[in-house]
């Protein structure tokens, strides 16, 4: 007992189980209030997840109906309203009867007003009863002969959402309906599995215990073959062999055991852990580009990315889209897998702001890009327990032009020109970040005109933060140190140049870990393209 550090531990411990002590729970009674308990716990939070994520589904998808309705409301009103503005076009009721009664075939049209210039009605064509704001779409137009020119008329014109809030109904009670028969399924499956997997080897375990009680040295029987991954069985066999070494009166060399078997299941842990943050680099990295994406463009791409662990928060954007290239560097808060996370809302919101939204101007991908990140990390109320975002450089390159467009937050763009060393600063603050209520962020764009011989890089702080240098102080390597590596050696090949600067930044740091993510791109015309 002195050996093992157990000199605390007396008869007369309060502490110490009772004899009897197990009784109630080898009968079953703790189990089924553990059971009880369980379920109390689970089923509200997972009744409250999948209702809200139905509801949401059904609210969004209704504000895109309303917002396609509206749209094409005020789409057939401006048609109508082009095509009947011409010069003294109310002394010609052939001028507008016709376009104003071709309203009428669409479905869903409800009323429509023509009036002239001092707002007299020329024509009301449907039905023009009150009916409530959110059954009703309206939607007016001025009658413009010519651009510049003061209005001819007006045109009011209403269609009805009875349709679109009868589908909305509909889908929110199938929401619901779909959420309960989750919730039953879900309940249903994870009691039997609990009854059998869990509640049944405890009350076994549980009565070799009672038996153990009374120096009755009882194994547990497992429930068919050892399972190593099931925690129940691992403790069930360590039970066992503690009843061994107890049986043999070999306390000591139980404890030892115990030990190497704690050692082996934290190394089989870390196994797991390690081969699951593997798998979720391999994940990462499908996600980033390919590196050649911008060979369409003219542009000479090198890339250096390496996460201070097997993930990291850096991420990189390279894509040719409408002509254009686009590169963006990000550095998300934190690194590995807290990072990774942060990476995998950038690229999917990222996608949808370039694909789904069709958006080119680089400071405006910043601006939705910071309301996207805080939407999804909740961090656009009060309340919000996070406190994260990403420092952000993005370049559109236009090879006709020969031009890039540039829009930054936290993240700079560097140029090397012969022997001008160029830094572009963006927004000093990044993105994502909570903000106050009424606060903007504010991104400006800076358009460059690419010169033959100028290198491009975007880069994070982890190229810059390096810990090293000759002497007994250690000292930061800075913007300027990594500029020097890269200016000494801007006539190589860009894949060489950022083989050389991985080189000497390893030189630099002398055997000192490093302290971030790195990542740098650098970019430059193949072949200088002849502007329009």
């Known amino acids: 007992m002195s050996a093992a550090e157990f000199l605390d531990v007396t008869s007369?411990?309060?502490?110490?189980?009772?004899?009897?002590?197990?009784?109630?729970?080898?009968?079953?009674?703790?189990?089924?209030?553990?059971?009880?308990?369980?379920?109390?716990?689970?089923?509200?939070?997972?009744?409250?997840?999948?209702?809200?994520?139905?509801?949401?589904?059904?609210?969004?998808?209704?504000?895109?109906?309303?917002?396609?309705?509206?749209?094409?409301?005020?789409?057939?009103?401006?048609?109508t309203a082009s095509s009947i503005a011409r010069p003294e076009w109310s002394a010609s009721p052939q001028v507008y009867?016709?376009?104003?009664?071709?309203?009428?075939?669409?479905?869903?049209?409800?009323?429509?007003?023509?009036?002239?210039?001092?707002?007299?009605?020329?024509?009301?064509?449907?039905?023009?009863?009150?009916?409530?704001?959110?059954?009703?779409?309206?939607?007016?137009?001025?009658?413009?002969a010519a651009p510049g020119t003061a209005p001819l008329g007006r045109l009011t014109l209403s269609i009805s959402a009875e349709d679109l809030r009868s589908n909305a109904e509909k889908q929110g009670i199938l929401a619901v309906v779909t959420s309960l028969i989750l919730m039953l399924a879900f309940v249903l499956t994870l009691h039997a599995?609990?009854?059998?997997?869990?509640?049944?080897?405890?009350?076994?375990?549980?009565?070799?215990?009672?038996?153990?009680?009374?120096?009755?040295?009882?194994?547990?029987?497992?429930?068919?073959?050892?399972?190593?991954?099931?925690?129940?069985?691992?403790?069930?066999?360590?039970?066992?062999?503690?009843?061994?070494?107890?049986?043999?009166?070999?306390e000591a060399k139980?404890?030892?055991?115990?030990?190497?078997?704690?050692?082996?299941?934290?190394?089989?842990?870390?196994?797991?852990?390690?081969?699951?943050?593997?798998?979720a680099r391999r994940i990462q990295s499908s996600v980033l580009p390919d590196r050649k994406a911008l060979d369409g463009t003219g542009l000479e791409v090198a890339v250096l990315w390496e996460p201070l662990h097997l993930v990291g928060g850096d991420y990189f954007w390279l894509e040719e889209i409408d002509g254009l290239g686009i590169l963006l560097v990000a550095d998300c808060t934190g690194?590995?897998?807290?990072?990774?996370?942060?990476?995998?809302?950038?690229?999917?919101?990222?996608?949808?702001?370039?694909?789904?939204?069709?958006?080119?101007?680089?400071?405006?991908?910043?601006?939705?890009?910071?309301?996207?990140?805080?939407?999804?990390?909740?961090?656009?109320?009060?309340?919000?327990?996070?406190?994260?975002?990403?420092?952000?450089g993005l370049c559109i390159w236009d090879p006709e032009a020969a031009e890039i467009r540039f829009a930054g937050a936290g993240t700079a763009l560097t140029t090397i020109d012969g022997a001008a060393v160029t830094r572009i600063r963006g927004a000093k603050r990044g993105i994502g970040y909570p903000r106050r209520t009424g606060e903007h962020i504010a991104i400006e764009e800076s358009r460059l005109r690419v010169t033959p011989g100028m290198t491009l890089y975007l880069m994070t702080d982890g190229i810059t933060d390096q810990m090293g240098g000759a002497g007994p102080t250690r000292r930061l390597l800075g913007h300027r140190g990594v500029m020097d590596i890269l200016a000494s050696h801007q006539q190589a090949p860009l894949s060489e140049q950022v083989a050389i600067l991985d080189t000497s930044l390893a030189a630099y740091r002398a055997g000192e870990g490093r302290r971030d993510d790195m990542t740098l791109v650098a970019f430059r015309p193949k072949a200088m393209p002849r502007a329009m």
């Open 335 to 392: 690194h590995g897998v807290p990072g990774a996370f942060l990476t995998l809302i950038v690229a999917t919101a990222l996608d949808r702001l370039i694909h789904e939204r069709g958006l080119r101007d680089p400071a405006a991908i910043l601006v939705a890009l910071d309301g996207m990140v805080r939407t999804q990390l909740r961090q656009d109320g009060r309340g919000s327990e996070s406190d994260d975002g990403l420092d952000c």
């Open 97 to 144: 009867h016709r376009q104003m009664e071709a309203l009428t075939l669409d479905p869903a049209f409800r009323s429509a007003t023509l009036r002239d210039a001092n707002g007299t009605v020329l024509m009301t064509l449907g039905e023009t009863r009150r009916a409530r704001s959110f059954e009703l779409i309206s939607a007016q137009a001025d009658l413009v």
């Open 193 to 250: 599995n609990v009854r059998r997997h869990v509640l049944a080897p405890l009350k076994r375990l549980l009565l070799a215990m009672r038996e153990v009680e009374h120096k009755r040295w009882v194994a547990v029987e497992l429930d068919g073959a050892f399972r190593a991954s099931n925690e129940i069985d691992v403790i069930s066999q360590a039970f066992n062999r503690m009843v061994d070494g107890l049986r043999s009166g070999d």
């Open 12 to 79: 007369n411990d309060p502490g110490t189980m009772r004899p009897g002590a197990l009784r109630g729970s080898a009968q079953g009674r703790d189990l089924d209030s553990l059971a009880h308990t369980l379920f109390l716990r689970i089923y509200p939070v997972i009744a409250v997840v999948v209702l809200v994520t139905q509801i949401g589904i059904a609210w969004v998808n209704y504000r895109d109906q309303l917002h396609l309705y509206t749209e094409r409301a005020d789409l057939m009103a401006a048609i």
């Open 254 to 279: 139980q404890l030892l055991q115990q030990l190497e078997q704690a050692h082996r299941k934290l190394a089989d842990a870390n196994h797991l852990v390690m081969e699951s943050i593997g798998y």
